[in-house]
């Protein structure tokens, strides 16, 4: 009854106050640093796959050359087509994408943005804005514009909401911004227009981009259809100039490419480790000091009876108690973080509960490795030394 009824691990946390606030502080900047890292991490990812997440199919066929979409390689689009040859084919839809030079209308300065193209008649990408505005991408030398670009390309978004007429140049050619659609940003792409799949080709008409070749193929499938066994049946009888992939596969692809083939992903993933160990080594001193500073009363309690492993749960104790405190301004702290940053780089880096989770566990883990090794010390207390 007596241990049951005396906190304390919390006592003696909380009787040195200006340390106890030490090793929060230290825990709480290192769930921050743990979670803006992987938060932009993740940022990277989501930005990276936004495109192909929106892809009204069930399979996409690109290049066997293909990267990723800031490294695209056409394929003939006859290979699409053969497609609809094979059973459990229901439609297919080819897409363009590139990139091209737009000169902001306000100061006239040209900047990259990555153009999509496709047929309007055809339902290819599930994306808020593009259904209400496929009568005007019909339209010759007409885009819809991407809300989620970044502001160097002009103020388009305003001028489009407050009903004005916008027009500006994409690759020297006069075109209509005609509306707005919601996709975002990503590390390689810095806004995004959609256009016909005519309207693409007049952008490239010096030549740049040859007639017949598409980047994307999407296929949908029959209700019925077994996707995986079309996507073998398409896989063994298709040339090998092509790849068939689901829409799952592709997505991971494009993860796989930024998370091992850049040195983005590593770096980001490196910052969060460098997190916990930073948040380890603050909690281990915090407890190596609590430990060092009460190792005579720890040896009176063993003198009265108590157990070796009490006191090491005492130790264990005060980890979880800063771990779970420093997690909430650490965390609290973070969301301000992510609107900063999202405001900043309009990239969609959000807080999830998966990745609050994740950092509440790993926090954990992080105060009781430092109470482990600060156990050691621990041990030392024995009564016929401090007596």
Known sequence: MFRKKIPLAWLQLSREKARMAVALAGIAFADVLMFLQLGIRDALFDGAVALHQSLEGEIVLISSDYKALISLDQFSQRRLYQTLGFTGVKSVSPIYLDSVYWKNPENKESWGIFVIGFNPEEKVLNLPGIKENIPSLKQENTVLFDRGSRKEFGQIVNSIENQQAIQTELNNRRINVVGLFN???????????????????????????????????????????DVNWVLENLRSNLPKDVKVLSKEELIAKEKSFWNASTPVGFIF??????GFVVGAVIVYQILYSDVSDH???????????????????????????????????????????YLITRQATLLPILMTVERAVFIFIVTNIMCSISALIAMQKLQAADPADVF
């Open 295 to 337: 190792l005579p009363e720890y040896a009176t309690l063993k003198a009265m009876g108590f157990k070796s492993s009490y006191l090491l749960t005492l130790v264990f104790q005060e980890a979880l108690i800063l771990a779970l405190i420093g997690f909430i301004p650490g965390f609290a702290i973070s969301q301000a973080l």
């Open 183 to 225: 996709l975002g940003t990503s590390f390689g792409v810095n806004g995004n227009v959609i256009t016909s799949d005519v309207n693409f080709l007049r952008l490239f008409n010096s030549g740049r981009r040859q007639y017949g070749l598409i980047d994307f193929g999407l296929i949908k499938l029959e209700d019925d259809a």
């Open 269 to 274: 993933t490196l910052g969060a480790i460098i």
